[in-house]
């Protein structure tokens, strides 16, 4: 226990769906937020994973999230729709998202769906991925609560904001982005905080808004790149938010609607419709081996793409399953006891 535990895939995820089945989420949509979580830990992406379980079910006990949402789609066109997320996990309205813009791309060339009234989505990389693997290129902007600080103050202006974007290579690969508009996102301060491990210098400030590498003391990330990160999380809202007829940052900073939720803007264009998609995969792949001959520079070993970091460690976790830090899994456990879920056989 001390270097925490192996689990797998299935082992995580069949927990995962009990926990959320004791919580009265019906079992496809317990699935379905389950998979998202254990997706984000098997791409690398832990901040994203178990380690948002207590976090998950605090939201539940507080009805900030509706276990048992009803999406409604509220205004349609032939390329885009706008989703009423009814509080869900985000997971479940972004399932809607992708099948939406798939489906209108297919039809116009181009779909493009606001999601609002959602809640926390996941690793937003696992949407983008998704129409990739449908022939397509996709882009996702996320917007949420103020907790990051707008450049030049000291306290939450903007949200970490995601971004990702994806379009497929050659022999089924995946060019794939996803970062945030802070330094370190709200996980990643979560996971320093669980861990114990010292911030880097300027991720955070404190309560006080003085920058701190204490993960004890972090409160507010900040943006990455100055005004630049808080510029772009400013204008997502406006993309997001806005369209949707669901406003977050302005509310909240006046003391509002302090209640958690999210909205998501995701685009799917169907290359095909533009040119012939193997060319464009080949374009992809070609443009990929140009950048790898590049001369490196002595800190690198190798030159990655997009995507490639995490494909890599996706194929060693499903193989060999993944390690849990002690107290990440001590936290699950913790949970899953509360409410008599069973827990698995880990190594």
């Known amino acids: 226990m001390s270097d925490g535990v192996r689990i797998t895939r299935e082992a995580a995820t069949e927990l995962l769906v009990g926990i959320f089945e004791a919580r009265n989420c019906p079992s496809d949509e317990a699935l379905l937020v389950a998979e998202g979580l254990v997706w984000a830990d098997l791409r690398g992406i832990e901040s994203h994973g178990l380690v948002r379980v207590p976090q998950y079910m605090l939201r539940l006990d507080k009805g900030i999230v509706n276990p048992r949402p009803e999406l409604k789609i509220i205004k349609e066109t032939p390329a885009a729709v706008v989703i009423d997320g009814d509080y869900s996990h985000g997971q479940i309205a972004l399932k809607l998202a992708v099948e939406k813009a798939i489906e209108k791309a297919r039809q116009v060339s181009v779909g493009w769906i606001v999601v609002g009234d959602t809640t926390h989505t996941g690793a937003v990389s696992m949407y983008t991925r998704q129409v990739a693997e449908a022939g397509m290129a996709a882009l996702y902007m996320g917007g949420s609560q103020p907790n990051m600080a707008y450049y030049g ?153 997009p995507g490639e970091r995490s494909d890599a460690i996706y194929e060693e976790r499903i193989k060999n399953g993944y390690v849990v830090p002690p107290k990440v899994w001590a936290k699950v456990v913790e949970v899953a006891e509360k409410y008599s879920v069973r827990l698995p056989a880990v190594g």
């Open 153 to 305: 103050t000291k306290a939450g202006g903007v949200s970490t904001s995601p971004i990702a974007m994806a379009v497929p290579r050659a022999n089924g690969k995946i060019l794939s982005l996803d970062l945030s508009t802070a330094i370190a996102g709200v996980g990643k301060l979560l996971q320093h905080k669980v861990s114990g491990e010292p911030l880097g210098e300027g991720w955070a400030l404190d309560d006080d808004g003085n920058p701190t590498t204490d993960p004890l003391k972090a409160s507010l990330p900040t943006p990455l790149g100055g005004p630049k990160g808080s510029g772009m999380s400013l204008m997502f809202e406006c993309m997001t938010s806005l369209m949707a007829g669901r406003a977050i940052l302005a509310p909240w900073i006046r003391g509002e609607n302090q209640r958690h939720h999210q909205s998501a803007l995701l685009a799917a264009i169907d290359i095909s419709q533009f040119g012939d998609l193997n060319e464009y995969c080949e374009e992809v792949e070609g443009l990929a081996e140009a950048i790898k001959t590049l001369p490196k520079s002595d800190e690198v070993d190798e030159i990655m793409m």
